[in-house]
Every structure is written in structure tokens, then in C-alpha cells.
């Protein structure tokens, strides 16, 4: 039977092998580009624009996430009640109390957001607050404390960036190419370097939606890892099983979200995928894993 620990455990190999695929796919994918094009400065480069790039982003990703989100923050004396329950649970898991943000929404769904521990946020809708009791908000608070505690937020600004590398590099790719740029001698003029060709076009253009794959698996593995260390600080699965049943049965799309923002959310904000004729092709593709599925492995716990 899967218990707690095996789940976290199973989850944090799984984000290892995502991670380490995916510097590695970064680093095939340049060196394919740069010895077709017979550039070799291009890696580099767009190294450098992504390393700027993710420094802007550790720094202002959380302000315009909660921008775009029309969040306030709110203090002490406007909900007393939600502040004793998150501050309880972030004296159980170790972390500073995180600053509290509410969208005014009557769909129900909430966020963690920040840098790191020592500048998280999370961000409720009222609906949320509203419509759970006691036992699931903790459920929820628990699961986005421990995005906080698992530096979930940083991972997938990350993760971002480097989704960011990989379709800079392929549009560079097939402008370069498509405007003749590159070494007319060597390796483009023989049958290797035909070859080379080829495979970069393919490359270019399967790559970026291949590094959105990994991106949304990375996603959806954080997902699991979020809610099986929640359960951990709350010791009782079943809060978070009820609140994932109660926001997955509410229809209502959260409207201040948007598809850059949605896999920050517990539960996908944008309801695009009620029904059942659903596939395996088609999860490929989703921010969050299956709720049913969620709810099963909290259940067997």
C-alpha cells in the first residue's frame, strides 16, 4: 500500500529525471544548431538572454502573477480565522508565515507564489474560504505551504526559462536557415551535413512543443509531491480529498485566470477539461494530473 513517504519519495526521482532530461535536450538541441549553422556563438548567447531573463523573473514573477490575478492583500484583523489556521500549519512545517492574498471570486481555487520561503504568498479566492470547511481549507493551505517548502514556485520559474532557451533557439534555427545563414563549407556541403540539416529542421520544429511536455509533466509531478507533503503537516488525507472533490465539482471558471497562469492553482482554474472522453494524448497537455487520480492516491494512504 502506498504510504505518505513513498509517494514524496517517488515524486522528487521523477523531478530529478524530468530535470536532468531536460538540461540535457537544452544541450543536444544547441549543439545540432550551432554545428549546422556553423555558429557556435549562439548557445552562448541565448544563454545569456535566458540567464537575464530568469533573473527578472525571481525577482518580479510573484508581483505580476498576483497582478494579473487582481489580488489584495489582506491583514490580520480581516480574517483572523484563516490567518491562526495558516499560521498553525507553518509552525508544523518549519516555514516563516507567508504573506495572505485574496482574489474576489466566487470559484473556488488558491495559489502559492514567491521566491522562496521567506517571500511566499498564498492567494485564496473567497470562494474557496466560503465554500470549504475547516478541515478541507486546511487540506489546501497544507498542499500550498508545501509548494512553498518544496521551493516549488523557483522550480517551475526555472523550468520557464528553459522552455524559453529551447523555442528561442529553434525560431533562430529556422530564421537562420531559412535566410541561408551559416557555413557554406565543411560539414554543410557533405552528406553529414545534410543529415545535420534535416534533423535541426525536425528538431526546430518539435522541440518547442516538446519542452511544453515536459514542462506541464514537471507540473503535474509537483502536483503530487504538493499534495503528499501537505498531508504530512495535516495527517489526514481525507480534508484534501474532499476539498479537491468540492473544487473539481464547481463548474465556475476562475476569471482572472489565464493559460500562463493556470498550473499555479490547486485545481485548473479554467475548467476546459469536463467530461469523459478523454485520453492519454490529451492529458499530455494538462497543467494538473487527473483529479480522480489525486483523490485515489490520497485515499490510499
Known sequence: MATTYTE????????????????IFIIALGWIFSRVLGMYWILPL?????????????WYSDRITLAISKAKEITHDENKELFHLVENLCITAGLPMPRIYIIEDSAP?????????????????TGIINKLDKAELEGVTAHELSHVGNY???L???????VGIVTLLSDWFLRFTFFGVGDDEGDSNSQLGL?????????????????VLIQLALSRNREYLADSSGVLLTRYPEGLALAL???????????????????LYITNPLKEHKGSSRGWFSGLFDTHPPIEERIKKLREM
Open 46 to 58: 541565448v544563454v545569456v538572454i535566458a540567464s537575464v531573463q530568469a533573473i527578472a523573473s525571481y
Open 195 to 211: 543529415i545535420l540539416m534535416i534533423v535541426g529542421i525536425v528538431l526546430a520544429l518539435l522541440a518547442p512543443i516538446a519542452a
Open 8 to 23: 514524496i519519495g517517488s515524486n522528487k526521482r521523477k523531478t530529478v529525471f524530468f530535470m536532468a532530461g531536460f538540461l
Open 245 to 263: 472533490e468540492k473544487i473539481s465539482a464547481d463548474t465556475e471558471p476562475l476569471e482572472v485566470a489565464n493559460k500562463a497562469t493556470a498550473h
Open 156 to 162: 517551475m520559474t526555472v523550468i520557464v526559462i528553459l
Open 109 to 125: 481555487n488558491a495559489f502559492a507564489t514567491g521566491r522562496d520561503p521567506k517571500h511566499a504568498v498564498i492567494c485564496y479566492t
Open 152 to 154: 516549488d514556485i523557483r
